[in-house]
């Protein structure tokens, strides 16, 4: 049998399979992220403490199984580790479901996944405790999409040297170029353009390089940045993510 290993882990997505098991997604700190199927889970309380549903934060102990099928999920423990609970405030439970379903889509199974776990906890903890709000979505976005290999540059021009509305010129976002593109380069250029004001591209440039902690605080880019991102989201994961309607009723941009 194989051996048993353990990672800390926050559940992503759980779904009840036949009367007394679930499959679970997670993202762990040591293992990656792993898709696990725990057996008996209604019926044995002993070895799931805590329930294994969307938020949980739990010591995950897992045993592998041959040709990379679902683990045997053991146990799951919750001490020490902090807890993530949105409690009946529907805004932080639609950011952080969002928040969930978006690192499912982004992080793939197979990699290190550690600052990912990292920055996903730092920010279900800052959202439990102080609230939600659009600047700490989008920070959340920006460095999760960074990490994933699809970091957006608000910079300046993706194709030329053009920097700054300073100079006068004038840029719009383009999905397909995961940034920004000046008018001269638009023109000509098939793919349209989603035009972000000059607080939208200066908010959107500190959000990516605040730590996570300290964004929410901040104020955020404005309505135009929220669609230009969901835009990019949609391109990126080839489809629209299912917690993203209730969020825009919730946390309205
Ligand atoms: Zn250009």
Redesign the pocket.
């Known amino acids: 049998m194989a051996v048993e290993e353990r990672a800390a882990a926050i559940v992503l997505r759980a779904n009840d399979y036949g009367d007394a098991d679930r499959i679970v997604s997670a993202l762990t700190r040591e293992c990656g992220k792993l898709g696990g199927i725990a057996r008996g889970l209604k019926k044995s309380r002993g070895r799931f403490e805590r329930r294994l549903e969307p938020f949980s934060h739990v010591m995950l102990y897992f045993r592998r199984r041959p040709h990379g099928e679902l683990v045997f999920i053991t146990r799951a423990e919750s001490s020490g580790l902090e807890a993530f609970e949105p409690g009946d405030d529907l805004a932080k439970f639609a950011l952080g479901a969002y928040m969930l379903e978006l690192s499912e889509a982004l992080i793939r199974e197979g990699i290190d996944c550690a600052a990912a776990y990292d920055l996903l906890s730092a920010a279900l903890g800052e959202l439990c405790r102080n609230g939600a709000s659009t600047a700490l979505r989008q920070a959340f976005e920006l460095k999760l999409l960074r990490w994933a290999g699809y970091g957006l540059d608000f910079n300046g ?6 920097k700054g509305e300073a100079d006068g010129v004038r840029f719009a976002f383009v999905v397909a170029e995961g940034g920004l ?2 008018d ?3 023109r000509g250029s098939l793919s349209g353009g989603l035009t972000l004001s000059a607080f939208s591209l200066e908010q959107l440039r500190r959000l990516a390089i605040l730590p996570i902690q300290s964004a929410g605080a901040q104020a955020a880019a404005s309505a135009d940045a929220v669609g230009a991102i969901d835009r990019f989201i949609a391109y990126t994961v080839e489809r629209k993510l299912r917690s993203l309607a209730f969020l825009q009723s919730m946390l309205p941009a």
């Not at 021009?157 to 053009?162: G, I, L, P, Q």
């Open positions: 021009c993706r194709r030329c040297a053009a593109l000046c001269r380069c638009r």
